[in-house]
């Protein structure tokens, strides 16, 4: 007989200050962090700052275009020396008493009242180093400056994941989105690993796709998932595709890939879209969602005339159904959308683990395993470290 796998983490663990702090201590401090794109720092002086648990880091391009990164605070009285992105810096200038920082993070100058500083006291007082590397066209940070090179801590998942060249492809600006949900961290990353709604809660909003037969598992601490293309839109791809068909995905690699990098962050690689899914956790019962999506190439006439190709051909070949069917326009489950679908499911998820009767029923076998094998590494790191 199966053994049954229960949950593992308590109720405490998505809705307590001292497990929110422990998380970002030994969980967010002491695994590799998304930080943005490539092209995101593209000039000498640009950087990006990135919030890594309870520590602060910036990434920085120097004057020789090589990628640097430090702890985002002052040697001096620990104020942050730089807000969100910015261009071109020639130097990184504390905004409280004007220290003074090359790209490299060495101090090369100090306000003339505490200039009795020898050379040695400034080599002494360099900005902390953390790790910053480039996997995937992406840009990742670690707090610590000696750590798993990132080729070894996504180990084994590059040929679980799709045919795309993020490089190469475009990110347009209007198709960003950021959202902040009422709802602990973890609960939006089970929910977006959690086969088992795929076919339920999205019935309709997302029957393109296969969902009885997708293929997922974890890769040591990521998850790793594909399913294909339902038959009825495969055979009308060409009408219903929202977005030009990127050149990699020839008929061999159709389909979906959706893994999720431990611990942070999920990647959605479709026919005609590549795109990133971040989660911030801001406190037990607030998280931050990035959505940042690139597309091939294309005019903006081939980029409108395709979408209204799509919207025309959806009704037609797959209909367009909601959850349900109320008279309330701002009704998240008649929206059509499977964001505020699963959006409403996690708000309502963290609201329920206050009433003093939740409690987990019987979970299904195999699609709800991904869950508990989350919970299991979380639960893993916090005891490692």
């Excluded at 261009?87 to 003339?112: F, M, V």
Aim: hydrophobic residues 35%; negative net charge.
């Amino acid at each position: 007989m199966d053994k049954v796998r229960v949950p593992v983490l308590p109720i405490e663990a998505y809705t307590s200050m001292e497990w929110f702090r422990k998380e970002q201590e030994k969980l967010f401090e002491n695994t590799w962090q998304f930080a943005g794109f490539i092209e995101d720092l593209t000039d000498p002086g640009d950087y990006i700052t990135v919030q890594c648990g309870r520590q602060n880091i910036v990434v920085v391009k120097d004057q020789d275009n090589s990628l640097k990164a430090f702890h985002n605070l002052c040697r001096h009285r620990g104020t942050q020396l730089l807000r969100a992105v910015g261009r071109r810096q020639k130097a990184i200038t504390c905004p409280y008493h004007d220290w003074t920082y090359d790209l490299n993070g060495e101090l090369i100058s100090i306000p003339e009242e505490t200039s009795e500083f020898e050379d040695l006291h400034k080599k002494k007082l360099c900005l902390h180093k953390a790790s910053v590397a480039i996997w995937r066209g992406m840009l990742w940070v670690h707090t610590k400056p000696n750590t798993i090179p990132i080729d070894e801590w996504f180990s084994g998942c590059e040929k679980h994941l799709g045919p795309h060249n993020p490089e190469r492809l475009i990110e347009y600006p209007d198709t960003r989105y950021e959202k902040v949900i009422n709802a602990n961290w973890k609960i939006i990353v089970e929910n977006y690993i959690d086969v088992y709604h795929l076919a339920h809660l999205h019935s309709n909003t997302l029957n393109m796709y296969h969902h009885a037969k997708a293929e997922y598992g974890f890769v040591n601490d990521h998850f790793l998932f594909w399913e294909p293309l339902a038959r009825k839109y495969e055979k009308n791809l060409d009408e219903l595709i929202p977005f030009k068909r990127i050149t990699e995905v020839n008929d061999e690699h159709l389909g979906a890939f959706v893994p999720w990098l431990f611990p942070s962050l999920g990647l959605a690689e479709s026919e005609s879209s590549w795109s990133t899914f971040q989660v911030i956790p801001l406190s037990p019962y607030k998280t931050k969602v990035i959505v940042r999506t690139k597309l091939e190439e294309m005019t903006e006439q081939e980029y409108f005339s395709q979408q209204e190709k799509s919207s025309k051909a959806w009704p037609r070949i797959l209909g367009i159904r909601t959850k349900y069917e109320t008279s309330d326009a701002n009704d998240p489950m008649e929206s059509g959308d499977f964001m505020e679908e699963d959006i409403y499911a996690c708000e309502q998820l963290q609201k329920a683990m206050e009433n003093p009767l939740f409690e987990i029923g019987a979970t299904a076998k195999n699609m709800e395993s991904p869950i508990i094998g989350f919970q299991e590494r979380i639960n893993n790191w916090l005891k490692k470290n």
